[in-house]
């Protein structure tokens, strides 16, 4: 089945950039997503990403994706510290979209 | 209404008990989803229900049983739980009947302890 990699812990100052890296193995997942979970609180999608694309960008959110390596990477511009969650990459596709998870970045925003 | 609401937030149950987790959106929204997370992990898909009918159960034990009374609701039945169960039940909602690319909307979760 799928799996979905993530390392576990980043910690950047305040101002800084953070990039947040996933890695898959299933390469006919066609969609790609980025949540952030707060703590006790469901999950809030940021952005996704279809497969065809290389780069999204929306406000202070970057999404890359390398196809052939199978790598996402979620890049925040000027990290604030309500940045601080983990955030989850996902993979999704078929007739129900069934979404597989990463296993989870916990950012900390230092101030 | 945009969002996904979950009753209730919190549920201690002994083992013996039987009690029901609540689902409910009114973004007309035609899949609903049920997911598992334990702490510090990344949730668990448990169950989807696609136009009102079940189009996926993850080979999830019998003590949790999924029902769809109509568009807008899903519940969670809890029977004989064990205390490993306890974890943050997560319901979520897309538009049309699941479509990729379509946005899971995730509800608060009930954070349940079985004793």
């Known amino acids: 089945g799928e799996d979905v990699e993530q390392s576990l812990f980043l910690s950047v100052r305040e101002g800084d950039s953070s990039v947040i890296n996933c890695t898959y193995t299933?390469?006919?997942?066609?969609?790609l997503y980025w949540y952030k979970q707060e703590p006790g609180a469901g999950l809030q999608l940021l952005t996704y990403i279809f497969s065809n694309m290389d780069m999204k960008q929306d406000q202070r959110l970057t999404v890359l994706l390398n196809k052939k390596d199978k790598h996402l990477s979620l890049r925040i511009a000027d990290t604030q510290t309500g940045d601080s969650a983990i955030y989850f990459c996902?993979?999704?596709?078929?007739?129900?979209?069934?979404?597989?998870f990463g296993t989870g970045t916990l950012l900390a925003v230092q101030p | 209404d945009t969002e996904v609401t979950q009753t209730p937030k919190h549920l201690v149950m002994g083992m013996t008990n039987k009690k029901s987790l609540k689902c409910e959106q009114h973004?007309?929204?035609?899949?609903m989803y049920w997911y598992k997370q334990k702490a510090k992990k990344p949730p668990e898909l448990m169950f989807v229900?696609?136009?009102?009918?079940?189009?996926i159960n993850e080979s999830v034990p019998s003590r949790f049983s999924p029902e769809c009374p109509n568009s807008s609701l899903l519940n969670l039945h809890l029977h004989a739980l064990q205390p490993e169960d306890s974890a943050l039940y997560l319901c979520?909602?897309?538009?049309?009947?699941?479509?990729?690319?379509?946005?899971?909307?995730f509800g608060p979760g009930t954070r349940l302890t079985v004793l």
């Open positions: 996902a993979v999704g596709g078929g007739a129900t979209n069934k979404l597989i």
């Open positions: 299933d390469s006919s997942s066609t969609y």
């Open positions: 973004m007309g929204h035609r899949a």
């Open positions: 979520a909602s897309t538009p049309g009947g699941g479509r990729p690319g379509n946005e899971q909307f």
């Open positions: 229900y696609s136009y009102e009918k079940l189009s």
